[in-house]
């Protein structure tokens, strides 16, 4: 009995910090990441974003800081200029490439709620980085659709991040496989999906969880089969999975 209620207190203790998606097994560990690596380095208006964002009955939809702090690292090394974010929210992960990119890199982004959008707009322009973004809202297929008919955007982007609707996570991907140059990233985020993608079938999950299951289960093998890409799946936030187009 003693050994439950311990579980069940060391349970109750994990997940704590808002934004929390990290699949470590102890909120310290995680927190320990946060305080000596992530949060000393975090510049001042991603820090003030987040903050914001903590307070947003949604907050759980946030991009978490170390995985913010990984997003700004990668499109350094990789020396991006044209971008794309497929689901915005309050822009956490927009201010992180927005941040990243040079005076003259520009960025697609587009999400269903300009609202949400608008939350962290001033943040973001105080942060002296909003005429690197071109914000669209509406569903995002329809802009992609378009951007391949025309032709002239095949091949140009440098890093695409898509963290929206995972149920259309195939659909993005047999697009964005052309919009990216080769050589070039695209980043799918929710990739463990709360871990649940080693969830027994009977596993007591959370009703948006196990509806989005198989849809993350599904890509994640279509990704692995997939020989246009090279790629790397990591435990970072809820999962990340970086392509890295070939062909």
Known sequence: MAS????????????????????LQSDALYQYILETSVYPKEPEPMKELR?????????????????GQFLNMILKLINAKNTMEIGVYTGYSLL????????DGKIL?????????????????????????????????????QMIEKGTYHGTFDFIFVDADKDNYLNYHERLIELVKVG?????????????????????????????RDYVLEL?????????????????GDGITLCRRIS
């Open 51 to 67: 903050e914001l964002t903590a307070r947003h009955p949604w907050n759980i939809m946030t991009t978490s800081a170390d995985e």
């Open 220 to 236: 994640n093998k279509a990704l692995a089969l997939d020989q246009r890409v090279e790629i790397c799946q990591l435990p970072v």
């Open 109 to 145: 982004a587009m999400d269903i709620n300009r609202e949400n959008y608008e939350l962290g707009l001033p943040v973001i322009q105080k942060a002296g980085v909003a005429h690197k973004i071109d914000f669209k809202e509406g569903p995002a297929l329809p802009v992609l659709d």
């Open 184 to 212: 070039g990233l695209i980043g799918y985020d929710n990739t463990l999906w709360n871990g649940s993608v080693v969830a027994p079938p009977d596993a007591p999950l959370r009703k948006y969880v196990r509806f989005y």
């Open 4 to 23: 439950t209620q311990e579980e069940q207190q060391n349970e109750a203790g994990r997940h704590q910090e808002v934004g929390h998606k990290s699949l």
């Open 96 to 103: 992180a490439t927005a941040l990243a990119l040079p005076e």
